[in-house]
């Protein structure tokens, strides 16, 4: 064999390939294996994972949670703005908590202002106050939900000053939608849930705003399609006894809206709200507990699977995690002592709070309320890391959860 051909025969086949293949090739990987690519170059880096003619396509991973704090109004009248965090980094430990109580007068009104904690170096959120939206309109902005990119906000009116919007916006692109009303004065009240299709390139989305009777059962749930632009209203079909958990949790997979309960199961619906609502039965062994409703159990998914949490009914310083397969049947997956994960036992379920499941790993991550940190934990490995301090606003606690947030770059329909 001369030299020309060994040459030709040690030639790497990847360097004919073209950058919108080689995109292609990414768009169908893990977000963890893109992730890892970018260090083969910086063409790579740079001009394909990065680029903003590429990224759209590409997947994300989660880098942070968005949460909404709910403070008094600045005593000199000033702009609402989003406050810093104590800690965004993974190699932080414990950093002073600021005190900001000082700067606010207490009174009736107490506006909200988007925060968000990040996981990782590279702050993939621009404007986390989200600035971005119509100056001097909104006196208030409120996260309430988040999905596959996507944020809802309750965003209350500088004037009139009883009105609200419901506005869904894409932090990373600074896209944001004002929906027309659905015909409630008292928006508050109601529990928003967005449900976003990762794997569409539509843009489009569904909200479902619940309502509830006296009672706090569900009694239906208001829709809105980006698609048709409209609302429309589906009375609930599930059971008269379920009751959502008071905290918003939700996921959207497979097509299906899925909640937990306060009655042990956990309940779906499609996004059209018209042909599912249905029950997903439990296991006799997947015995939890309630006693803390701010803690109920949580769903999530990560790695492709739907996950279970909660706290054992026989045991409180146990957490179960169960994994429901193809076949729809439950699979019992770990047993966490919270007594290991905290260093010491807890006296109320409520002294700390389940935020997320990791998307791509076994990582679940938990608030901590007596020292006021974010904590994650690695299922497999056994691995506790404090991500940082949370700034103590006041009471230091807020009934809205941390909403995990994968950017997306996709344009909003």
């Known amino acids: 064999m001369d030299r020309s051909a060994k040459r030709c025969g040690n030639r790497n086949p990847a360097a004919d390939l073209t950058d919108d293949l080689v995109v292609e090739i990414l768009s169908r990987l893990p977000a963890k294996s893109v992730c890892r690519f970018k260090c083969v170059s910086q063409h ?36 609402m703005s989003s406050p810093d965090l104590a ?3 993974d190699d932080d430990d414990d950093e002073e908590d600021e005190d900001i109580a000082d700067e606010y007068d207490s009174g009736d009104d107490a506006p909200s202002v988007p925060d968000f904690v990040s996981i990782v170096k590279e702050h993939q959120v621009v404007s986390p106050s ?15 939900h988040c999905s596959n990119g996507l944020l809802v906000c309750l965003c209350w009116k500088a004037s009139p000053r009883n009105e609200a919007d419901y506005v869904v916006c894409n932090p990373a692109t600074e896209q944001w939608v004002v929906l027309p009303g659905n015909g409630h ?20 989305f569904h909200l479902f705003a619940l309502q509830k009777n006296e009672h706090g059962y569900l009694i239906g749930a208001d829709i809105y399609s980006s698609k048709t632009r409209a609302w429309s209203y589906s009375e609930s079909g599930w059971v008269h006894e379920d009751m959502l ?8 997979f497979h097509g299906m809206l899925y909640f937990v309960t306060l009655s042990s199961t956990i309940v779906t619906v499609d996004t059209e709200g018209t042909t599912t609502w249905s029950t997903i039965s439990m296991q006799e062994t997947m015995d939890d507990d309630y006693s803390s409703q701010m803690n ?23 957490l179960s995690v169960w994994v429901l397969g193809d076949d729809d049947e439950w699979t019992f997956k770990y047993n966490i002592s919270t007594t ?7 006296n109320d379920l ?29 299922m497999d490995r056994g691995e506790v890391r404090v991500l940082g301090s949370l700034i103590s606003y006041f009471d230091g606690w807020s009934r809205y959860p941390y909403l995990p947030y994968v950017p997306s770059f996709r344009s909003i329909a």
């Open 87 to 89: 800690s965004g980094d």
């Open 296 to 318: 109920a159990a949580f769903v999530g998914v990560s790695q492709g699977r739907l996950h279970y949490l909660a706290n054992r009914r026989s045991d409180e310083s146990k």
């Open 185 to 204: 004065t008292d928006r508050s009240e109601m529990q928003l849930h967005l449900a976003v299709d990762p794997a569409s390139s539509s843009g489009h």
């Open 350 to 378: 409520g002294d700390y709070s389940l935020v997320a499941i990791h998307p791509e790993c076994s990582t679940i991550f938990f608030t901590v309320r007596a020292d006021n940190i974010l904590l994650s934990y690695h």
């Open 245 to 252: 958990c008071p905290v918003p949790h939700s996921v959207f």
């Open 130 to 144: 989200l600035s971005f939206l119509p100056s001097g309109l909104y006196r208030s902005v409120a996260p309430r």
């Open 340 to 346: 290991s994960l905290f260093g010491a036992k807890l």
């Open 44 to 79: 790579w880096l740079h001009d394909l994972i990065a680029h903003p003619n590429y990224r759209a396509n590409l997947p994300q991973t989660l880098t942070g949670f968005f949460r909404c704090i709910d403070m008094p109004s600045p005593s000199d009248g000033s702009t």
